[in-house]
């Protein structure tokens, strides 16, 4: 059965960096995209970046373009999420979602939460 | 980006008796493969989204046939045809027919 479990989240301040980590098993996890999801305390589900496959395209929301780097590690069934001069309106839940046939979202983790404050 | 904007926000359902939510799409749906992508995903409380339709209508694995999702080019509807007490929760619609990929705002569901 496919499973999706993140990690890394935490309490940091403004300016501050954290790594997000999405670990995956049940799955051939080299042949999915995958994306991070994040929902904002009593908000709605936003997306934030996809990585293909085999890493060869990343695109991202606008509001993390150049702050946020999306990556892999097909050896070790890994996703993570490089997240550097966080923001308070950064503050979520951190989903990691496979992206499936279809173009679909069809796994999603628990979700790992960051808090950005001072 | 393509704005997806649902109504009603909320909505309270009677047991048994069918629901609706409907899904507006600030542009076409329809990628240049000619499919209309739109998927329908539903949120419990305290529990990450499952995804219920995708393609507009075509139903994910294991969801109950009381689901159905209509809709071309820019409107959509999702239907449940008898509301029963697990459907609570917060339903978006979300197009994955173009990055950004975004989701409408989300409309929770309640029990009378």
């Known amino acids: 059965q496919a499973r999706l479990v993140e990690s890394g989240g935490g309490v940091v301040q403004p300016g501050e960096s954290l790594r997000l980590s999405c670990a995956a098993s049940?799955?051939?996890?080299?042949?999915?995209?995958m994306h991070w999801v994040r929902q904002a305390p009593g908000k709605g589900l936003e997306w934030v970046a996809v990585?293909?496959?085999?890493?060869?395209?990343?695109y991202y929301t606008d509001s993390v373009k150049g702050r946020f780097t999306i990556s892999r590690d097909n050896s070790e069934n890994m996703l993570r999420l490089q997240m550097n001069s966080l923001r308070v309106e950064d503050t979520a839940v951190y989903y990691c979602v496979r992206w499936g046939d279809d173009k679909v979202m069809d796994v999603w983790g628990q979700g790992t939460t960051v808090t950005v404050s001072s | 980006d393509i704005v997806m904007t649902q109504t009603p926000l909320s909505s309270r359902a009677t047991l048994g008796q069918p629901a609706s939510i409907s899904c507006r799409s600030s542009?076409?749906?329809?990628?240049?493969?000619?499919?209309?992508?739109l998927n329908w995903l539903h949120q419990r409380p305290g529990q990450p989204p499952r995804l219920l339709i995708y393609?507009?209508?075509q139903r994910f694995s294991g969801v109950p046939d009381r689901f159905s999702g209509s809709g071309a080019g820019t409107d959509f509807t999702l239907k449940i045809s008898r509301v029963e007490a697990e459907d609570v929760g917060v339903y978006y619609c979300?197009?994955?027919?173009?990055?950004?990929?975004?989701f409408g705002q989300g409309t929770k569901l309640e029990i009378k």
């Open positions: 542009e076409s749906l329809v990628h240049s493969d000619g499919i209309t992508y």
């Open positions: 393609k507009v209508s």
């Open positions: 979300m197009q994955p027919t173009q990055f950004p990929h975004t």
């Open positions: 049940g799955f051939t996890f080299r042949s999915h995209g």
């Open positions: 990585i293909w496959y085999d890493g060869s395209n990343k």
